[in-house]
């Protein structure tokens, strides 16, 4: 997520990188148990405040998994669904992966329900996989 200045002005350039958006990873700003002082925030106010002050925030995905098809926002939740190919032991097998679809408050990233009812809205709770794996990116074979 990228926060917009809400300026009516034109601007010729912004450059954002990846240092100028809080890492939203940890889930620390809803979670205060995955909080710590390797990110920068040793609770969730000190998380909220990082949040607060940066141009914005993003989530880590897994290794190799990849956003496939657009995403949507929708009453302030952002959709958007990923596949995440396995590694094959066999050229037989057939495995599509792994497809996920996620669901996170747009202004940070937390999770928006108790997806695994757990008991708390964690990092784990942000996507949902889907069963049989992979994900259609539209051409027809």
Do not use: W
Request: glycine fraction near 10%; charge should be negative.
């Amino acid at each position: 997520m990228f926060k917009d200045a809400g300026s009516c002005a034109i601007a010729t350039t912004f450059n954002l990188s990846e240092s100028d958006l809080f890492d939203a990873a940890s889930n620390c700003v809803q979670d205060s148990s995955t909080c710590s002082d390797s990110g920068g925030e040793t609770s969730s106010s000190a998380a909220a405040t990082a949040l607060e002050n940066a141009n914005g925030c993003y989530i880590t995905l897994g290794t190799n998994e990849k956003v496939m098809g657009n995403f949507v926002t929708l009453n302030n939740v952002t959709f958007f669904n990923t596949n995440q190919p396995s590694t094959q032991s066999s050229g037989c097998d057939s495995d599509l992966g792994t497809a996920c679809q996620y669901r996170v408050n747009f202004d940070d990233a937390t999770a928006i329900a108790d997806v695994n009812l757990s008991g708390d809205e964690t990092a784990a709770d942000r996507s949902e996989p889907h069963a049989g794996g992979g994900y259609c990116t539209g051409s027809s074979g």
